[in-house]
């Protein structure tokens, strides 16, 4: 069992909908990030949050919103999103995010209608 | 840019057998190094790191080698077994950004 939980496992949207990701740690983690990863490829980071604020947004479309209401919590929220987004979203912390092993969730496989 | 990349996308192994699975990094400056090990249906998994000041580090089972002078870095896994098949990532860890390796698929034969 992963120590980083991620909800939900599963999620299908239409393009016009509006559903959330969520991702929780407990280890004390002051960094925390979002991954895509599409089939038979790496992680691609999206965002990144230290110490509650905004550290890195890797040019991710708006559609895409990231949010963290505190240290141990992290939200992805999504409206109108195109068919090319279905992925499996990850979420993972580390300590302070310099030279530090990330922790990853088993992710939400995300599916655009 | 700098890239981590991996020389085989598929190793099959035999059980019992040890495993080697290899990356090459072109950043000399990387100083941070990790191995991931990804199950089908799982987030990775973190499996073993090392710093730019070690040439060699072991854990249960895993042993990671780092080869500065050719920028390389290696994974062996002893004594292979079912639990082991997975894709292998390697990483290099650049402040806030893990730069990842294509990925190995690591297949046991019984």
């Known amino acids: 069992d992963t120590e980083v939980t991620q909800t939900p496992k599963h999620l299908v949207m239409g393009m016009t909908n509006k559903k959330s990701l969520k991702c929780e740690q407990h280890m004390g983690h002051r960094a925390m990030y979002w991954y895509k990863q599409k089939a038979k490829k790496p992680p691609e980071l999206m965002f990144v949050?230290?110490?509650?604020?905004?550290?890195i947004n890797e040019s991710v479309p708006s559609r895409f919103s990231p949010e963290c209401p505190n240290s141990s919590l992290l939200n992805l929220h999504l409206h109108a999103l195109q068919p090319e987004d279905s992925a499996l979203y990850l979420c993972?912390?580390?300590?302070?995010?310099?030279?530090?092993?990330?922790?990853f969730g088993d992710g939400t496989r995300l599916s655009i209608l | 840019g700098e890239s981590v990349g991996l020389h085989l996308p598929t190793l099959s192994v035999q059980e019992g057998d040890n495993s080697i699975i290899n990356c090459a990094y072109s950043n000399s400056a990387s100083d941070y190094f990790i191995w991931y090990k990804q199950e089908s249906g799982k987030g990775p998994q973190f499996i073993i790191d090392?710093?730019?000041n070690m040439d060699k580090r072991q854990g249960q089972r895993v042993t990671v080698l780092l080869n500065k002078t050719v920028k390389h870095l290696s994974l062996q896994i002893a004594a292979t077994q079912p639990g082991d098949s997975a894709v292998y990532f390697c990483a290099e860890n650049s402040n806030y950004q893990l730069i990842w390796g294509a990925g190995t698929k690591l297949i046991i034969k019984p």
């Open positions: 949050y230290s110490y509650e604020k905004l550290s």
């Open positions: 993972a912390s580390s300590q302070d995010g310099r030279n530090q092993p990330q922790h």
């Open positions: 090392i710093r730019s």
